[in-house]
Structure formats: structure tokens, C-alpha cells
């Protein structure tokens, strides 16, 4: 545009040069570093959207969590926040995920080289019981194992929904939950878990239900005789 000169040469020139200055723009901030700091006064943050020192007294709670798998692959692990004012609707780009408060996604753990094990361990070093790692406590309530995928077997979306509810029953500490959960989950593989072309190994997923099944029963009974 300002190589051929025209009639509009003046147009075509400011058209041009904003053009030009929009790209800098993008560029720099592209290439500009991301960064997420742990330390004793608060978190430092700073990427697309969110650029900021945040201290510990401005947060309620930071929550480390798995979204729920999506055709039998796992998310990567993300850190919510919420802050201990709120959250204005504009900024909310999340929710807890056991009671459904207003959150902010800080980040997701594939933009960092660290595992999340370490920042898991920074954090509940320096934000102490602000800090919840929900990855540890469900796998400390009921781990898991990866499932066999292969042709004509369970609907994966399916399984990994009840698995991650008996999950968050288990870890939950509350009765009801943990008999709700038993019974939606007695309730499915009584009527027959759907089948799909490519799901999980109807063997191995049947044993981790009816393992998960058993762990809910027995806390049931645990706190049966501990309320005797």
C-alpha cells in the first residue's frame, strides 16, 4: 500500500502505517514473557489478561485441579483462584470445583516447566491452608488407574463421570454424598453402562467401580459405628 501511489495516497498511507504499528503491537506482546511467581508475600502473574502482584490477604482460596477428561484423554492440571472480595462477573472465568464460587483460571500447568507436584509443594509452603490441592486428595480417596481403550467398550465420558463423583464423595467427608454417589453409580452398572465403538475395557472398568463402590460402602460403615 505505500509502494503504489493512487488518488487516496494519504488514506492508503495511514491505513498502512496502523497496520503496521497493530502487528508491533501483537508481536511484542507475543514474544513478551510469560510469568507465574510463588513466594512468602503473595503470587506474581503476568500474562494475557492478567498482569499483577496479587497477595495472600486478597485470596480466599487457590485450587489446584483437573478438568474432567474428555474421551478418555486427561486435561492438563489448572490453578483457580478465588479472591477473598469476590470476583467481578467480568473477570470470572471459572468455578470451584466442589462449590461452584466464582474463580479466575491463574493458569494452566503445560505453560510451566515445573510439575505440578512443585507447584503444588510451593504453594502449600507459602499459601498454607488457602491452598487445596484436589489432584492429591483424590488420588489419596481413591486412586484411579488408567483404563485399557479399545473397540466396543464403555463410553468413556460416562465412566470417568462416576468415577470422579465417587472421587469427590470419598474426599468430601460427607455421608450423603458418599451414599448418593454409591447409589448413582450401583444405578448405571445395574442398568448397563452405554457402549460405544471405542471405550474403555468393560472388564477393568467394571473392577474399578465395583472397587470404588466398596470404598463408599465402607466409609458409610465407618461412620455409622463412629456416630454409635
Not at 499459601?127 to 464403555?154: K, N, S
Not at 454409591?182 to 472398568?205: C, D, K, N, V
Not at 467401580?209 to 459405628?225: C, I, K, N
Request: hydrophobic fraction near 45%; proline fraction near 6%.
Amino acid at each position: 500500500m505505500l509502494v503504489y501511489p493512487s488518488d487516496g495516497a494519504l488514506l492508503r498511507t495511514i491505513i498502512a502505517v496502523g497496520a503496521i504499528a497493530l502487528g508491533v503491537v501483537v508481536l511484542v506482546s507475543a514474544l513478551r514473557p510469560f510469568r507465574f511467581g510463588i513466594h512468602a508475600d503473595g503470587l506474581s502473574i503476568r500474562r494475557p489478561g492478567l498482569r499483577r502482584e496479587i497477595r495472600w490477604a486478597e485470596v480466599a482460596t487457590l485450587v489446584l485441579d483437573e478438568p474432567p477428561r474428555r474421551d478418555g484423554y486427561a486435561k492438563p492440571p489448572r490453578l483457580l483462584l478465588v479472591p477473598a472480595q469476590g470476583v467481578p462477573s467480568e473477570l470470572v472465568t471459572a468455578r470451584h470445583p466442589l462449590d461452584g464460587r466464582p474463580a479466575i483460571e491463574l493458569l494452566v500447568l503445560d505453560q510451566v516447566r515445573e510439575q505440578p507436584e512443585q507447584v503444588s509443594a510451593a504453594l502449600a509452603r507459602h499459601a498454607g491452608d488457602r491452598f487445596v490441592d484436589l489432584l492429591a486428595l483424590r488420588r489419596a480417596a481413591f486412586e484411579a488407574p488408567e483404563l485399557t481403550v479399545g473397540l466396543r467398550g464403555y463410553q468413556m465420558d460416562r465412566v470417568d463421570r462416576l468415577i470422579r463423583r465417587g472421587q469427590d464423595a470419598l474426599m468430601s467427608g460427607d455421608a450423603s454424598a458418599r451414599q448418593a454417589a454409591r447409589g448413582e453409580i450401583e444405578r448405571a452398572t445395574s442398568a448397563g453402562l452405554p457402549i460405544a465403538q471405542r471405550g474403555y475395557s468393560t472388564f477393568q472398568t467394571d473392577t474399578v467401580l465395583g472397587a470404588l463402590v466398596t470404598a463408599l460402602a465402607d466409609h458409610q460403615s465407618t461412620d455409622r459405628e463412629t456416630a454409635t
